[in-house]
């Protein structure tokens, strides 16, 4: 399985960002996606996961209600759309994929690179 996150960038307070994972290879294994992010000095964090067929979703309660998670099956992706952003959600933002259902990055077997979220003051 590979994963594919795209849509990071610079945006103000107060603005909106959509980051979206695009999944290919055996998507078929795939139980759950999910949105971690991580900014410097600072461990790597849950922030969202939905599973494959869309009909359950997991929103950490620091970003919500900012923040939620919907999946295009027809695309395979699995999108994060990001509102109200803070300077504080700057962070490093990744995908991950998982043959099971778990909030835990030790679950999360597939990981995409990620994309860098700047949030200006």
């Known amino acids: 399985v590979q994963l594919q996150a795209y849509g990071g960038g610079l945006v103000q307070a107060g603005g909106s960002l959509m980051l979206s994972c695009a999944s290919s290879?055996?998507?078929?294994?795939?139980?759950?996606m999910a949105w971690y992010r991580q900014s410097p000095g600072r461990e790597r964090e849950f922030v969202a996961l939905?599973?494959?067929?869309?009909?359950?979703?997991l929103v950490a309660d620091s970003v919500k209600p900012r923040f939620s998670i919907f999946r295009d099956r027809a695309k395979n992706t699995a999108a994060l759309q990001m509102n109200n952003l803070k300077p504080e959600d700057t962070a490093v933002y990744y995908c991950?994929?998982?043959?099971?259902?778990?909030?835990?990055?030790?679950?999360?077997?597939?990981w995409g690179a990620g994309t860098l979220v700047t949030v200006s003051s």
């Open positions: 991950a994929a998982s043959r099971g259902v778990s909030r835990h990055a030790k679950s999360m077997q597939y």
């Open positions: 290879g055996d998507i078929f294994s795939i139980d759950s």
């Open positions: 939905i599973t494959s067929d869309g009909d359950d979703t």
